[in-house]
């Protein structure tokens, strides 16, 4: 347990980072610059997420928290599959604009859920 607060804090760290990144990535896009995707830093965005999961395992290894007993944690699990599916789709270059611009909607939707499950834990139904 010792270790919990600072895998916290990185997996935080990561999480922001991991956002940022996504936005930006959705900004550039709309700016019509997609050169980022032959960009030597290309390949950050899935380094930091794998680093964000690992942390994020490594949080439910050590602590207290189980995701089919503390509902928040369930929850974002699931939002988290649906911000994965939808960011993928946001960011392919092969998709009409339309499909594009909405599913980066839905993400980012599920990203600010994810933020707010993580920070104030709600209790959902009791
Ligand atoms: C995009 C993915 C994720 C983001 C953006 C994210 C974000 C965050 C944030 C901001 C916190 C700190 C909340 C606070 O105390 O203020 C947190 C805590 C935590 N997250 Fe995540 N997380 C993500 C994925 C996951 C996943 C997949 C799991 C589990 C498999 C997970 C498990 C946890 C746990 C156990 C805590 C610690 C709760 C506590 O001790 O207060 N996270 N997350």
Known sequence: ???YLPVKHWHMAFAYLSA????????LDVAGKPGWRNSKWRRLPHINDTLLL????????????????HQWLGFKI???IGYILFGIMAL???LSAVVRS?????????????????????????
Do not use: D, N
Not at 20 to 27: G, K, S
Not at 54 to 69: C, K
Not at 102 to 126: C, D, E, H, R
């Open 1 to 3: 347990m010792e270790f």
């Open 20 to 27: 940022t990144l996504f936005m930006l990535r959705l900004a």
């Open 54 to 69: 690992t942390m994020a395992f490594t949080l439910l290894a050590i602590g207290p928290w189980q995701p089919f007993a």
């Open 78 to 80: 699931l939002l988290l």
């Open 92 to 94: 392919k270059p092969t």
């Open 102 to 126: 909405v599913t980066a909607i839905l993400a980012l939707l599920q990203l600010a859920g994810i933020f707010y499950l993580a920070t104030f834990k709600p209790i959902l139904f009791s």
